[in-house]
């Protein structure tokens, strides 16, 4: 035992304790995500109502998931290259706010039907959510097109981020009112989360389309480039209309026409024309919904998921 | 302006006497253009290094094995822009703005902390930048808090008060790998080697090889000098190494009763200068990322601004 120096150095203070709470097991109040992984839903009564589909709830929770997980990662990848501290500082809450969502989302997939999470080697302690997040391959992930495709310029960003919030602050609205208590409690959350987002991304996209020439310019051609992929925003899989009409879950479908009322208006305060684009194109119509995907997934979650696989059993 | 009849040798002799009572000098308050130079210097360099210590852990974020990690490196970082904002702000009530200083910066006329031009190699450099990068950080800032300049001493409390949650969440991280894998082990030690050096290093050079810290005692802007700071820093480190269960890469750290203090190697002071001097690992890549951030951010500044004069314009008409 090495002897214990000498505590009297009286600015030493922001160490005090380090040791001691280190000795006193359990004692982890002090840590904001607590010492050890804890289960997102511990305490949440996760039954799957008798009359539901537990395999179509367990797949409608990862398409929201998965939007959430990918566009927080998108997003992420703004840290330390935004324009400017403050857009730095509120396009890492807006990814920090979509992975808390995520994370919820698909422990909540887990929790309905474990047979949708990665098997992984016996005795690794990788929880549910981690399995899903990092051992899928992209053919499993459910997310829409929108949420993967490569960073453009902050202008790209904006529009993205204004499509995508619009939309999914649309569906979580109704989600509220979801027969599955869980996901009742996550749309609950995320309405507060996506009202800043939308707001925040609405009001950059009047700035910049009427800020400079070159604004405008780089606001026009982000919004041509990513308006083909709204659609699949709002287009119905039959796994969404399955848990629609089970009252679980949201037909994106029946929010179109609200979702649009509000990007009409920011266009039209914008003073931008509505972009005459068809929608993307799928592969024999199957789109992000059905895990089929643009080239740019797999290279997404080859970055992400790079340590995770490294260390099947490890411990984190 | 009052018209109070005040000569230059009576302010020096009212700023002298209220850094000698520890109290603040505030914006408005006289003072010596060498303190205004000096203060300028080291909070904008402390800003500075908030601001390219993003980058070394932000990097990262994209890979964070798993998503409560991920979490928490994204909250970390998202602080570090904040400690930017407000050490920037500070900055700016000696009277450059902010631009003016990340100018400064990519343009190589302002330094930053140089553990910063050493690269993250694993995922276990997150949690031994937390534990012992951000530990000496907090070393070097608690006596900060008492610094003679107010907007600068008031930023260090709200800053430390969140670096101490860094260290111990980096502390934390490390504490977990220990008890997965030996991989993970073999990864925290490893990271651990790496950073111990660079670490002791940003207390500054030797006491006898510092050329600022007579002048920043002596207006206590710093409180306390740099081989000061690294003894308490070996210190405090060793047992919560002990507690980790890994080493510290120094064959001469030893407990020294006589002293009270362990004993302890010396840094390569020469792989310092070339570090301080530009010439680094990451130097030229980290001013090369924000030089870049800055300048593809240009429109986007440019665009607020134009806006919002024309809504002030709109608003008149």
Same mark, same amino acid.
């Given at each position: 035992? $090495?002897?214990?120096?000498?505590?009297?150095?009286?600015?030493?203070?922001?160490?005090?304790?380090?040791?001691? !709470?280190?000795?006193?097991?359990?004692?982890?109040?002090?840590?904001?995500?607590?010492?050890?992984?804890?289960?997102?839903?511990?305490?949440?009564? $996760?039954?799957?109502?008798?009359?539901?589909?537990?395999?179509? =709830?367990?797949?409608?929770?990862?398409?929201?998931?998965?939007?959430?997980?990918? +566009?927080?990662?998108?997003?992420?990848?703004?840290?330390?290259?935004?324009?400017?501290?403050?857009?730095?500082?509120?396009?890492?809450? $807006?990814?920090?706010?979509?992975?808390?969502?995520?994370?919820? =989302?698909?422990?909540?997939?887990?929790?309905?039907?474990?047979?949708?999470? #990665?098997?992984?080697?016996?005795?690794? @302690?990788?929880?549910?959510?981690?399995?899903?997040?990092?051992?899928?391959?992209?053919?499993?992930?459910?997310?829409?097109?929108?949420?993967?495709? #490569?960073?453009?310029?902050?202008? !790209?960003?904006?529009?993205?981020?204004?499509?995508?919030?619009?939309?999914?602050?649309?569906?979580?609205?109704?989600?509220?009112?979801?027969?599955? #208590?869980?996901?009742?409690?996550?749309?609950?959350?995320?309405?507060?989360?996506?009202?800043?987002?939308?707001?925040?991304?609405?009001?950059?996209?009047?700035?910049?389309?009427?800020?400079?020439?070159?604004?405008?310019?780089?606001?026009?051609?982000?919004?041509?480039?990513?308006?083909?992929?709204? #659609?699949?925003?709002?287009?119905?899989?039959?796994?969404?209309?399955?848990?629609?009409?089970?009252?679980?879950?949201?037909? /994106?479908?029946?929010?179109?026409?609200?979702?649009?009322?509000?990007?009409?208006?920011?266009?039209?305060?914008?003073?931008?024309?509505? @972009?005459?684009?068809?929608?993307?194109?799928?592969?024999?119509?199957?789109?992000?919904?059905?895990?089929?995907?643009?080239?740019?997934?797999?290279?997404?979650?080859?970055?992400?998921?790079?340590?995770?696989?490294?260390?099947?059993?490890?411990?984190? | 302006?009052?018209?109070?009849?005040?000569?230059?040798?009576?302010?020096?002799?009212?700023?002298?006497?209220?850094?000698?009572?520890?109290?603040?000098?505030?914006?408005?308050?006289?003072? @010596?253009?060498?303190?205004?130079?000096?203060?300028?210097?080291?909070?904008?360099?402390?800003? !500075?290094?908030?601001?390219?210590? +993003?980058?070394?852990?932000?990097?990262?974020?994209?890979?964070?094995?798993?998503?409560?990690?991920?979490?928490?490196?994204?909250?970390?970082?998202?602080?570090?822009?904040?400690?930017?904002?407000?050490?920037?702000?500070?900055?700016?009530?000696?009277?450059?703005?902010?631009?003016?200083?990340?100018?400064?910066?990519?343009?190589?006329?302002?330094?930053?902390?140089?553990?910063?031009?050493?690269? $993250?190699?694993?995922?276990?450099?997150?949690?031994?930048?937390?534990?012992?990068?951000?530990?000496?950080?907090?070393?070097?800032?608690?006596?900060?808090?008492?610094?003679?300049?107010?907007?600068?001493?008031?930023?260090?409390?709200?800053?430390?008060?969140?670096?101490?949650?860094?260290?111990?969440?980096?502390?934390?991280?490390?504490?977990?790998?220990?008890?997965?894998?030996?991989?993970?082990?073999?990864?925290?030690?490893?990271?651990?080697?790496?950073?111990?050096? /660079?670490?002791?290093?940003?207390?500054?050079?030797?006491?006898?090889?510092?050329?600022?810290?007579?002048?920043?005692?002596?207006?206590?802007?710093?409180?306390?000098?740099?081989?000061?700071?690294?003894?308490?820093?070996?210190?405090?480190?060793?047992?919560?190494?002990?507690?980790?269960?890994?080493?510290? /890469?120094?064959?001469?750290?030893?407990?020294?009763?006589?002293?009270?203090?362990?004993?302890?190697?010396?840094?390569?002071?020469?792989?310092?200068?070339?570090?301080?001097?530009?010439?680094?690992?990451?130097?030229?890549?980290?001013?090369?990322?924000?030089?870049?951030?800055?300048?593809?951010?240009?429109?986007?500044?440019?665009?607020?601004?134009?806006?919002?004069?024309?809504?002030?314009?709109?608003?008149?008409?």
């Amino acid at each position: 035992m $090495t002897p214990t120096p000498d505590p009297s150095h009286e600015a030493g203070s922001a160490y005090d304790g380090l040791l001691e !709470h280190h000795e006193v097991a359990g004692d982890d109040s002090q840590w904001a995500f607590g010492t050890d992984f804890e289960d997102p839903l511990a305490g949440v009564d $996760t039954t799957v109502p008798d009359d539901v589909d537990a395999a179509a =709830l367990a797949t409608y929770c990862l398409m929201l998931g998965d939007d959430a997980l990918v +566009m927080s990662h998108r997003l992420s990848e703004w840290t330390s290259n935004a324009p400017d501290l403050e857009e730095d500082i509120a396009l890492a809450n $807006t990814a920090l706010d979509l992975l808390g969502q995520a994370r919820l =989302l698909l422990a909540r997939a887990a929790a309905a039907d474990a047979s949708v999470v #990665p098997a992984l080697p016996a005795g690794s @302690p990788v929880p549910a959510e981690d399995a899903l997040a990092f051992f899928r391959e992209a053919g499993a992930f459910r997310n829409v097109r929108l949420a993967e495709v #490569p960073n453009g310029d902050f202008a !790209h960003t904006m529009v993205r981020l204004l499509l995508f919030s619009t939309a999914r602050l649309a569906v979580l609205g109704r989600l509220v009112d979801s027969r599955d #208590p869980v996901l009742a409690a996550i749309a609950a959350k995320g309405v507060k989360e996506l009202t800043y987002h939308r707001d925040y991304a609405g009001r950059w996209f009047l700035t910049l389309a009427r800020g400079t020439d070159e604004s405008h310019r780089r606001l026009l051609a982000a919004l041509d480039e990513l308006w083909p992929l709204y #659609p699949e925003l709002l287009a119905t899989h039959p796994v969404e209309a399955a848990v629609a009409a089970a009252g679980v879950g949201v037909d /994106p479908a029946s929010v179109a026409a609200e979702v649009d009322v509000v990007l009409e208006q920011v266009l039209a305060v914008s003073g931008v024309e509505r @972009p005459d684009k068809a929608a993307l194109a799928g592969v024999r119509g199957r789109t992000g919904r059905d895990g089929l995907h643009t080239e740019s997934l797999t290279r997404l979650l080859a970055e992400m998921q790079v340590v995770a696989r490294a260390h099947p059993t490890g411990l984190w | 302006m009052t018209t109070t009849d005040v000569s230059e040798a009576g302010l020096l002799a009212q700023f002298e006497a209220t850094v000698a009572r520890n109290d603040r000098i505030e914006p408005r308050d006289w003072m @010596p253009d060498g303190y205004r130079r000096t203060v300028l210097r080291q909070v904008a360099q402390h800003a !500075h290094s908030e601001i390219i210590g +993003m980058q070394p852990e932000g990097g990262w974020i994209t890979r964070a094995p798993s998503l409560r990690r991920k979490a928490i490196l994204l909250a970390k970082v998202q602080d570090e822009a904040g400690h930017g904002l407000y050490l920037y702000s500070a900055a700016e009530t000696l009277g450059v703005s902010r631009q003016e200083l990340t100018e400064m910066l990519v343009d190589g006329r302002q330094k930053y902390s140089s553990i910063f031009n050493y690269p $993250t190699l694993s995922y276990a450099d997150v949690g031994t930048i937390g534990w012992l990068v951000d530990g000496a950080a907090i070393c070097n800032q608690v006596p900060l808090c008492r610094t003679s300049y107010g907007p600068y001493g008031r930023a260090m409390i709200r800053v430390c008060k969140e670096e101490s949650f860094h260290q111990r969440q980096g502390y934390e991280l490390l504490a977990t790998m220990m008890r997965g894998t030996d991989a993970q082990r073999a990864m925290v030690q490893e990271s651990v080697d790496r950073f111990w050096w /660079p670490a002791l290093m940003m207390f500054g050079p030797p006491d006898d090889d510092s050329p600022h810290t007579e002048q920043s005692m002596a207006w206590g802007i710093k409180r306390n000098t740099n081989d000061d700071l690294r003894q308490r820093f070996v210190d405090m480190s060793v047992p919560q190494a002990e507690a980790l269960g890994v080493t510290f /890469p120094d064959p001469d750290l030893r407990w020294n009763a006589e002293r009270g203090h362990y004993d302890f190697g010396q840094p390569d002071w020469t792989e310092f200068m070339q570090v301080v001097k530009g010439n680094g690992p990451c130097n030229a890549q980290r001013i090369a990322h924000r030089r870049r951030a800055h300048e593809d951010g240009a429109w986007v500044r440019d665009a607020a601004t134009a806006f919002a004069r024309r809504e002030q314009q709109e608003a008149i008409a």
